[in-house]
């Protein structure tokens, strides 16, 4: 059984920044890719960012890029979300998420383990 436990989130004013971590425990694999969604009241869990546990790579979604940056800590089995320049539209419900099959993609339904999510609200 793999447990994802998010934690970091918080109320933050546009332009400063947040830091989320996801503590995975159980079972998990080199292979694995790590992702973070997120979804905001009434609209879609849409893709934040992943990264591979394997060699560290990463993906964006558009809107993020050169704002956040996701890392991973192998040792510690966490993944990191290190968001900047926040705006009121990255307000939502963070979700950290885990695949097996090294997808890196942005469907949702694609991932295997969902951790609880952590609310992120940027004041304007």
């Known amino acids: 059984q793999v447990q994802l436990v998010e934690s970091g989130g918080g109320l933050v004013q546009a332009g400063g920044s947040l830091r989320l971590s996801c503590a995975a425990s159980?079972?998990?694999?080199?292979?694995?890719?790590m992702g973070w969604f997120r979804q905001a009241p009434g609209k879609e869990r849409e893709f934040v960012a992943a990264?591979?546990?394997?060699?560290?790579?990463?993906y964006y979604t558009d809107s993020v890029k050169g704002r956040f940056t996701i890392s991973r800590d192998n040792a510690k089995n966490t993944v990191y979300l290190q968001m900047n320049s926040l705006k009121p539209e990255d307000t939502a419900v963070y979700y950290c998420?885990?695949?097996?099959?090294?997808?890196?993609?942005?469907?949702?339904?694609?991932?295997?383990?969902w951790g609880q999510g952590t609310q992120v609200t940027v004041s304007s």
């Open positions: 998420a885990a695949n097996k099959r090294g997808y890196t993609g942005s469907y949702y339904n694609l991932y295997d383990f």
């Open positions: 159980g079972r998990t694999f080199s292979s694995w890719i």
């Open positions: 990264i591979s546990w394997r060699d560290g790579s990463t």
